[in-house]
Every structure is written in C-alpha cells, then in structure tokens.
C-alpha cells in the first residue's frame, strides 16, 4: 500500500453504476422452445433458430416476458404497454446470428430504485434504476476441450435475461456490495431467477470514475468486467479506484477502456481487445412485433408480487418486536421468513422463535446445504416443540436434543419426548440422587459453593444436567442445591 494515495484517496470520491444480467427461469428459450437446462451435451439444447440458420423465426416465450415484469416491478420500475425488440450487430463466434436480439431505445421498463444500507433508525440510501430490458444470452466459447481449437457449445444461445441497469448513484465499493445483495434478495423473493452469481445465472459489470469531493461532474469511467462474486466486485472496485486517483493525482488522464478483474492474481488489468466506442448499428428487429402489454395485464404482474423485503422488515420490526439484525437474518429468503412467521404465530413468543430458527434451524441448514423449503420440520412441529419447551415438559436442552431426532428420522415432538424418555424430570428424589452424586464426584466445588462462591452453582447444575442426559429441571435444581448445600 502507498500511504501517500491513502491520504489521498480521501478527497476523492467514487461513483459507480452497475448493470447486472439476470437468467430468467423458464424451462425454455426466449425465442424458441429448446429447453433451459444446465448439464446437458454440448450443442443437444439447439434448434434452427438458436443455431441461426437461414429463414429460422424467433417467437417470443411468454414466460420470460411475465418474469421479467415481475423483476421490473418489483423494482420500482414502470413496465412499459409498448416496448421494442431490436438487434445489436456484433460478431463474436459464441452468438451465430452476428446479432443478439435485445432492447434499446424502448425498453421493457424504466425508472425503478432500491434502497440499500438500511440502519436502524430506519434511514436508508435510494439507488436508482435506470432501465430493465429482455435480451438473449450469448452460446459459451469452450477453450480447454481440444487442444488449439476453441470449440462452441451454443445451449445457453437464446437463454432469456434481463439486464438491470443502476444510475450511477453508489459512492462507495460497500454500497455496491450493498446494492447487489438486495437486488439479488428482492429477485430471489419474486422467484424470477436463481441469482446465482458462481453458475452465472446473475453477472454484474460495473462502470466506475472518481472525482474530487464536492464535483459535481461525472469523471471518465472505465468498465470492470469478469467478476464472479459480489466480494470479487467490491475489491475490484476498490483496486480500481485506487488506480484511477493515483493516476489523476500524477496529473494523468483516465482513458475509457475495459478493465478485466483477476481473482487469482487480486488485480485489475486493461483488457488486451483495445474496444473502441462500440458501435452496434442497433435497429428494430424485423423478425418481431413490438411488445405490447395491456394495463390489465401489467397490474395483474403487480397484484401477483409476494411482499418484498422491505415491507416485510417493516412488518416484523413492529409485528414482532424483534431486533433489526434478528429481521434481516430472518427476511434474508423468502422461505425462512414465511417459516420464522408460521412458527412464532403457532406458538406465540416471537422472540424464542426467533431464537431457534435462527440458532438451531439455521445451523443444521448451513451444515446441511439445504434449502429451508427441504427442512424437515414443519413450522407447527417445531412450534409444538416449543410449547414443550415453555411449559417445562421438556428442558431447552432436551428439547434441542429432540429436535435433532426429528430432523434426522421424523416423527413428531410429543412422542420423540416419550420415545427417547426426555421428559423433563421434576421429581424431588431423582433430582436429589443425580444431585447427591455429582457433590460427591466433584467435592472442591461443592465445598466452595458451600462457603459461598455462588457462581460455582452453575458448573454443579450443568454436571447435574449432564448427568441427567439433559432431563432434570434446572429451576428445581437450582432450589435443590441452594437447600443442600446452604452456604
Ligand atoms: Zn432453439
């Protein structure tokens, strides 16, 4: 690190604007019914007109049109009633057209925003969305099947996306590591794509410049491509930036040019293909009709979204009265917060539903790699649990215990309870025998609770506890050894 550029860095400021392509997931093509399907033999998932072969027509999938609305909407956006397919001319040996059937003066929608950074005061930061259009996915260039050849596999051709294309309103790499991350949560919710960044069914590109705090001009910005993940994209924003100030600080100019991010080396370097502004001789693609959408159908797209995550933290935060780390932990997926709300409204205590769907249901999902809709508890046996749990049935600890067996072989919690005799044990003279056992095993502590070192009560009732296979009552223990051993 350069300690000058570190001082230096902070009278400059970053400005980024993100566009990020997102796979649709439908079962088939954007413009014909080969299907979407990662695995499959090269080549095995194309048709005539995927293939571009002459006097092939494109129609589009009607699927890909609902699901993107669906993305637009839930961005804030306005979906437009008339939008146009038009062609963007390149050559590049993965897209056989010399084309890629996309939208530009006449987007599917506009206007949209995400608000990112939200604290707890409920303050936030507003990011806005310029424009959301449909497009087709390019075939894959495959480099390491045969030797010196490059080979083209064009399964993923015509796979519909959408391109989100921000305003440059992010001002730091946090606050673009920030807006990707609710992007993808708010798509994950409206169930449009998988959103995921590492099998490339989301990618994000970004447009960065720095400026002297206090201008208002927008610097020359140079694009970053090749990240592959949403940490990948905020160091690659920070490198970036610490090259262009360096650079304007040693009285040099910003050339606008591509810059390709290196994971393996954690460095930004100019991309070899000298791109001159591009021009892609865009036109109306002759091949399709403008797409038009009723209202009807538009506000039938809207009326159909699921609660988005912000409303939905704003729900919990007043409805539950939990903390607003506790709401984000729980909101972070669409499934984990209808299961958190199924079972805290079955059992009754927000707050200790919170607490074990975000310890225990959590961690076997983390260890397990499941998704919550594969959890096999439902919410209103955990909650069933819980109920033991609160009434003194169970201990916490026992019920953490049939828990686990009802993850592992099933089976509902009353009878686990039975079946693996944990029933929490309340009776006097049992209590007192385990207790009896654990002061004779463990005479330095009793004898020093005894003389009135009160915290060693907890290392005696936890040996009681273990002893007991976690059945004993620990309140009535606690009265137990307060009675035995009166210090
Ligand atoms: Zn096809």
């Given amino acids: 690190m350069n300690p000058s550029l570190d001082a230096q860095l902070a009278d400059w400021e970053m400005v980024v604007g993100l566009e990020v392509h997102v796979q649709l997931k439908t079962l088939t093509k954007c413009f014909c019914p080969c299907p979407v399907a990662f695995g499959a033999l090269p080549n095995a998932n194309t048709c005539p007109v995927c293939l571009a072969l002459p006097g092939a027509l494109p129609v589009l999938n009607a699927r890909a049109v609902e699901l993107a609305a669906r993305a637009s909407l839930a961005l804030g956006c306005t979906v437009h009633e008339t939008s146009i397919f038009a062609r963007k001319n390149y050559f590049y040996p993965d897209s056989p057209k010399g084309y890629q059937i996309s939208q530009f003066d006449r987007p599917l929608a506009t206007s949209g925003h995400v608000q990112v950074g939200i604290r707890a005061d409920g303050s936030s930061r507003s990011i806005g969305i310029t424009r959301v259009h449909m497009e087709e996915d390019a075939g894959k260039s495959v480099h390491d ?264 072989v099933g089976g509902q919690p009353d009878e686990t309870a039975v079946a693996e005799g944990l029933l929490q044990v309340d009776d006097g003279g049992q209590l007192a025998t385990w207790l009896d056992a654990v002061i004779a095993e463990m005479p330095l502590e009793s004898e020093r609770y005894r003389k009135g070192e009160a915290r060693l009560a907890g290392v005696l009732i936890g040996a009681v506890m273990k002893k007991s296979g976690g059945r004993a009552d620990p309140r009535k223990l606690g009265q137990l050894l307060a009675a035995r051993l009166t210090p």
């Fill in 145 to 408: 099947r045969f030797p010196g050849v490059t080979a083209i596999d064009l399964n993923r051709a015509g796979t519909p996306l959408v391109e989100i294309v921000s305003e440059p309103d992010m001002r730091s790499a946090a606050e673009a590591g920030s807006y990707l991350r609710t992007l993808k949560q708010i798509l994950e919710y409206v169930d449009v794509s998988d959103v995921n960044m590492e099998e490339g069914s989301l990618r994000v590109d970004a447009n960065v410049s720095a400026r002297r705090r206090g201008d208002t001009r927008l610097g020359t910005k140079t694009e970053v491509k090749n990240m592959n993940s949403f940490s990948g994209v905020e160091r690659a924003l920070d490198l970036e930036f610490r090259r262009q100030v360096a650079l304007l600080e040693a009285g040099g100019r910003i050339e606008q040019q591509t810059m390709l991010w290196d994971a393996d080396a954690q460095e930004v370097r100019a991309s070899r293909a000298k791109e001159a502004s591009h021009d892609y001789r865009y036109f109306p693609e002759p091949d399709l009709p403008p797409l038009t959408l009723s209202s009807t159908w538009i506000d039938g797209v809207r009326k159909a979204l699921p609660e988005l995550p912000a409303s939905r933290r704003a729900r919990f935060l007043t409805e539950f009265e939990l903390s607003a780390y506790d709401v984000d932990v729980l909101i972070s997926t669409f499934g984990l917060g209808d299961y958190y709300e199924a079972v805290a409204r079955a059992h009754g205590s927000p707050k200790s539903s919170a607490n074990w769907v975000m310890g225990e249901v959590l961690s076997h999902l983390k260890r397990s790699g499941d998704k919550i809709a594969d959890f096999p508890v439902s919410p209103s046996s955990l909650a069933r649990l819980l109920d033991l749990v609160r009434d003194g049935v169970v201990s916490h600890t026992a019920g953490k215990q049939i828990l686990q067996r009802m993850i592992s």
